[in-house]
């Protein structure tokens, strides 16, 4: 049991995919970051309608993303049965079925989630907050946003899987553009520049909807045209895929259950930070972004985990597998580290940039040391469990632990810390959080059990 040891191969395959993953987290997070100032000129409801807006639109991409990163296992795993030449033709069509499967989920998923923001916006705000104005520009910014599943869920899910297989240059030059052509939108819309009409809230959502159809269009048109290793077309949408459809169940919708129902969970962390009011809200709507930003690196180590251990699983076999799990455990604890001395940092700057009272203020710097200190445990548990323990197929125990943790320890903790001791902004977040703590501990003893290591069938016909 070794965190740290001399591989340099091990660190190179690892970052050569965490960071244009990291790069492209990057660039969405000063898409996010920019929304959030933008915004933020109109004033204190605007970004809390916005932001708690999103909140709801974020339960939509943590699906896909479960959706797209279930659909990883399996992806990766094939590709290394693939690259390992065993039984290369059936790996071949796995491969494909699964992204069939996947889309065809996103895509209904997408449906449900337009039909409910146009049907019922104004209902879906009174979730988050009490306060009819923020309400009324939260139904705005919903009104502009219910096509934008669509093209948001199947991009994401696509650019995951791409990534499953190596191909992590295009999406990140994609979400490259898609910065541009956002900061472009947003800044004509919101304001009423460049001759486009002034928005302002509706303005910021249909920034957003306008970079999600070029990023769609880009992903969407390199995976049907130019790829040459998943090898997926138009066409293999209507393939039959009923000889993996067991295995997936099996392997990818634990993961689409664990992350919707953890999804569901956030939002009632986001309902419990709404229902304390606008000053509550806004802080946490900045120091979400700064965490994000800090973040970037351990999210993709968290996805290249997932796909490493898959390949070498695929490729290799069990006991290498287990020895990159103790590596990728010890990378959890020092990004986790430099994560929390980078938001120590940049608090203060970060802070001072938005135009919000003295009172939000304080809030936010609370907030930002509480996330200083949750964010080492938060790191490691996120690389082993969204990446190694994913990755070695232990999709069924993770749904369990997972909800397990935030349901029945954070929630509760915040609860009462918020709404019936009166703690601090500091110990609100803590309690809020403290799953984060328990998780990394279970994760140790789940790794050393070697139990996370489970078979994968390509789903060949007998």
Known sequence: MKLFRKEPEFYKKVFSLALPIALQSLITIGVNMLDTIMVGKLGEEALSATSLAN??????????????????????????MKSAHHDEEQAGIALRQTVCLMLR???????????????????????????????????????????????????????????????????????????????????????????????????????????????????????????????FRIRDIFMKTGSLLGEYIRISIPVLISDAILALGNNSVAMVI????????????????????????????SQAGAIVTGHTLGSEGREKTQMQGWLFLGLGLALGTISAIFIMAVSEPIINT?????????????????????????ATNSIMTKGVLRGGGDTKMLMITDNVFLWVLSLPLGILAGFVFHWSAFWIYVCLNSADVVKTIW???RLKSEKWIKKISTGKEK
């Open 443 to 445: 994760c140790v003893f």
């Open 55 to 80: 909140s709801f639109i974020s339960i939509y991409h943590i699906f896909c993303m479960g959706l797209g990163m279930g659909a990883s296992v399996l992806v990766s795993r094939f590709w290394g």
């Open 354 to 378: 938005y135009n919000i009272s003295e009172e939000t203020k304080q809030i936010a710097r609370q907030l930002m040391n509480a996330i200083s200190l949750i964010i080492i445990f938060r």
């Open 274 to 301: 709404g229902h304390l009011g606008a000053t509550f809200t806004a802080a946490n709507a900045i120091t979400s972004v700064t965490q994000q930003l800090s973040t970037v690196v351990i999210q993709g180590v």
């Open 105 to 231: 989920l996103a895509i209904v998923l997408a449906a449900i989630f337009a039909i409910a923001t146009a049907v019922m916006p104004r209902t879906l705000m009174t979730m988050y907050t009490n306060e009819a104005k923020i309400q009324e520009l939260g139904s705005i910014y919903f009104k502009w946003s219910v096509v934008t599943y669509f093209f948001l869920g199947t991009s994401l899910v696509t650019t995951i899987v791409l990534r499953s297989v190596g191909q992590v240059r295009f999406p990140l030059f994609v979400s490259i553009g898609a910065f541009f052509v956002n900061l472009l939108a947003n800044y004509a819309f919101i304001f009423g520049k460049l001759g486009m009409p002034r928005m302002e809230v509706a303005g910021a959502a249909l920034g957003t909807l306008i970079a999600r159809v070029f990023e769609a269009g880009m992903i969407l048109g390199y995976l049907f045209l130019r790829d040459k290793k998943i090898l």
